[in-house]
Every structure is written in structure tokens, then in C-alpha cells.
């Protein structure tokens, strides 16, 4: 066997398919091999569906409610109701109610709120603000009236010529009294309630313990303003009064107790103190 018919039968042992026939010397006459049909291959089973391992699927999140569409713009308008004129014209008139003429409000004269009469303020007179009441003296306490007091026999000299004036009470020897006119710090205590050393007058106690009578006072004096720098000075006000406090005796003397001038001088914080209860007496 040649190389040619060698190749020819390996090539159909194994791809069971002629490539080609070897061709036969011409004087000998071959007929044609046919090729070999392939017998028909099993049924071909179905492919294997390959197997993957379970791969957990991610929902999707759930979707929020529907929200319905707003309304268009532009969504055209209803078409206008379309009256007839003839069912308009049939509609009776209806009557307007006629205003009735209201007569003007007779003029009226202002009124004026009536004022009380006060006295006049007389030239070195302090206005006093309003005052609280003084208190009760205490039970057991004689209070003496403004005409009649136990201790009216008291002595007293003064210091001044305006009995309409304030009054300032004092309990100095002699001569103390006669240089306090020239104080300079009752001067300047004067000055910021818009009075003068002239405007006022001062009453130097001459008893040791006792005050002096208002009734007494009263008798040349008719002031109604009282100032006083020292303790038990005016019988009216011994039990009824506190240092610093202004207050009202009987309805109208105001009066207002303090310290002795010699310590207010050089003592800032009584003079604090004092200070206030002079707004709330003649500033207020």
C-alpha cells in the first residue's frame, strides 16, 4: 500500500470521512465507493442546565404611596354660565333700605375735673409729696394731741423769721446753735430742695431729754414741715415715727426724723439714707 492509500484509510478509521479516493490506474476500471453514511447518532440528550448555588436576590424597597398629581395650572377654566337677558330683566327690583337722618349731638361744654382748693404756696415753702399716715403710738403710750401736751412747758429758742417756713429741729448747746447757720452741710442739704437758710426756721431744744410741744410751737410758728437731726424732739412724734421715714402727723404736718448733724457729716451711708427719705418728702 502507497503512502496515498495509507492516509486515505487513517483519515476514515478515525473522522469516519472520505477527504478524497485514491484513484485507480486507468486500465483497470473501479467503480466509485460510495461514502459511508454515519449511522445515526442516539438522541441527543438535553444540555444540562448548569447548577449555581442559590444567590440571595435584593428586594427592591418598597415604594412610597402614591401621591396623587396636583392639579394643572393651566387646566382650563369652566365656561362661564351664560344668563339669559329676558330672565334677568324678570327679576323684581328689591327696595334699599332708606337711612334715617340722625340729628347732630348738641354741643356740651367741656367738663373740666373739679380740683380742691389748696392753699397757696407761700415764697420759702417746700411742696411735701403725699405721705403715708404715722402709726398708732403703743398701747399703755400717752400721745399728745396738737393742743394739749404734758411736756408744752418745754424751752426752746429759734433761729430765723419765716414762721411759714420749714422748721429744723435740733438739741445743740448755745453756742453750737449760733454757728449752725453756716453749716455747710445742712446749707447744701437746703439747697438741693431749692430752699435757703433764710427759708426756713431752727428750733434748738434746750431740755436734755425731753422733746418740745407741737402745741407749742404752734403758737408762733404755722409751719407744716418738719425736719428733725436727733432723737425725742417733738412730743407728737415719739412713738409714732422711724429715722429715715417720712410720714404724715394728724393728717398734716409731715415730718421726717434723722440723725444728729454732727454724725451725718462724715457718715456716707446715713446720708444715703437721708437723702432718699428727702426725695420721697419733697421730690415725689
Not at 156 to 180: H, M, Q, W
Request: charged share 10%; aromatic share 6%.
Amino acid at each position: 500500500m502507497d503512502t496515498a492509500s495509507t492516509l486515505a484509510f487513517f483519515q476514515n478509521f478515525y473522522a469516519d470521512t472520505s477527504l478524497y479516493v485514491v484513484p485507480e490506474p486507468a486500465s483497470a476500471a473501479v467503480t466509485p465507493v460510495p461514502a459511508e453514511v454515519p449511522p445515526p447518532a442516539a438522541a441527543e440528550a438535553p444540555a444540562a442546565t448548569p447548577v449555581t448555588a442559590a444567590v440571595p436576590v435584593a428586594t427592591a424597597p418598597a415604594q412610597p404611596p402614591a401621591v396623587p398629581p396636583m392639579p394643572s395650572i393651566s387646566a382650563p377654566h369652566p365656561a362661564p354660565l351664560v344668563v339669559p337677558v329676558a330672565a334677568v330683566a324678570a327679576i323684581p327690583p328689591v327696595p334699599m333700605p332708606t337711612a334715617t337722618p340722625v340729628a347732630p349731638p348738641a354741643a356740651t361744654a367741656p367738663v373740666v375735673p373739679e380740683v380742691p382748693a389748696t392753699a397757696p404756696r407761700q415764697p420759702g415753702q417746700a411742696t411735701v409729696a403725699e405721705l403715708p399716715a404715722a402709726a398708732p403710738a403703743p398701747a399703755g403710750r400717752v400721745q399728745p394731741t396738737p393742743t394739749q401736751s404734758p411736756v408744752a412747758h418745754i424751752p426752746f429758742s429759734t433761729l430765723g423769721s419765716n414762721p411759714n417756713g420749714l422748721i429744723v429741729l435740733v438739741r445743740l448747746t448755745p453756742e453750737e446753735f449760733r454757728k449752725l447757720p453756716r453749716n455747710v452741710f445742712l446749707n447744701n442739704l437746703l439747697k438741693a430742695i431749692r430752699l435757703i437758710m433764710e427759708d426756713v426756721v431752727l428750733v434748738n431744744v434746750e431740755h436734755p431729754s425731753y422733746p418740745v410741744a407741737l402745741c407749742t410751737l404752734r403758737q408762733t410758728m404755722a409751719a407744716r414741715q418738719f425736719l428733725a437731726f436727733g432723737k425725742n424732739l417733738l412730743d407728737v412724734a415719739v412713738y409714732t415715727t422711724q429715722p429715715y421715714e417720712p410720714v404724715l402727723l394728724f393728717g398734716d404736718t409731715a415730718f421726717l426724723g434723722a440723725g444728729e448733724i454732727s454724725m451725718l457729716e462724715y457718715d456716707a451711708g446715713r446720708k444715703k439714707q437721708l437723702w432718699q427719705a428727702i426725695q420721697r418728702m419733697f421730690m415725689s
